[in-house]
T-cell receptor, first 112, second 118 residues
Framework: RKEVEQDPGPFNVPEGATVAFNCTYS??????FFWYRQDCRKEPKLLMS???SGNEDGRFTAQLNRASQYISLLIRDSKLSDSATYLC?????????????FGPGTRLSVLP | DTAVSQTPKYLVTQMGNDKSIKCEQN?????MYWYKQDSKKFLKIMFS???????INETVPNRFSPKSPDKAHLNLHINSLELGDSAVYFC?????????????????FGAGTRLSVL
């Protein structure tokens, strides 16, 4: 089983739609969680961190379920500019330091 | 100002050559990373350096050698390039531990170096 798995996508949705992405991770000792966004031929950029209580940033809502080792990202009222690949990132710390593991990404295309 | 900068942005070279990619960060972070993103877009960590000490070395061929002259720089040297090395290489940095109690450790990425081996 891969350390971090995501919906394979791609997701093609019309403008204004609500779309949800799922992510699961295998390391129960994981400590912090993030959603990154990567545009075509660009570097990954932090979209939002994911907190245990869930958190919202404008149209974006992230949820974490530690018991199920599951993370989600909800995008409401999709915009054309939301088209990108969304990467789930899980971080753990061991005796050797930080270990960031990226999921394979879910591609989103928002259509006019 | 670019927080994490990599050079060159594009690198086209022949098989068997030796090449280097440079990375610099001006964020004052003490941990830097190299990632490889292949044609399938999967981003995989190669190396991590903390205070000039290698702390992660994934199953990467020893043709790849990271070099950190100081904590603001982490260069990647590749010997005897192979076709399979063609990919985008991203440098990143983070602060470990985070400066603020309870803060999450966030990585910042460079723009990537697109390596094509012919």
């Amino acid at each position: 089983r891969k350390e971090v798995e995501q919906d394979p996508g791609p997701f093609n949705v019309p403008e204004g739609a609500t779309v949800a992405f799922n992510c699961t991770y295998s390391n129960s000792a994981s400590q912090s969680f993030f959603w990154y966004r990567q545009d075509c031929r660009k570097e990954p950029k932090l979209l939002m961190s994911v907190y245990s209580s869930g958190n919202e940033d404008g149209r974006f809502t992230a949820q974490l379920n530690r018991a199920s080792q599951y993370i989600s990202l909800l995008i409401r009222d999709s915009k054309l500019s939301d088209s990108a690949t969304y990467l789930c990132v899980v971080n753990s710390r061991d005796n050797y330091g930080q270990n960031f593991v990226f999921g394979p990404g879910t591609r989103l295309s928002v259509l006019p | 100002d670019t927080a994490v900068s990599q050079t060159p942005k594009y690198l086209v070279t022949q098989m068997g050559n030796d090449k280097s990619i440079k990375c610099e960060q001006n964020l004052g972070h003490d941990t830097m990373y190299w990632y490889k993103q292949d044609s399938k877009k999967f981003l995989k960590i190669m190396f991590s350096y903390n205070n000039k000490e290698l702390i992660i070395n994934e199953t990467v061929p020893n043709r790849f050698s990271p070099k950190s002259p100081d904590k603001a720089h982490l260069n990647l040297h590749i010997n005897s390039l192979e076709l399979g090395d063609s990919a985008v290489y991203f440098c990143a940095s983070s602060q470990e531990p985070p400066l603020l109690a309870g803060a999450l450790n966030i990585q910042y990425f460079g723009a990537g170096t697109r390596l094509s081996v012919l």
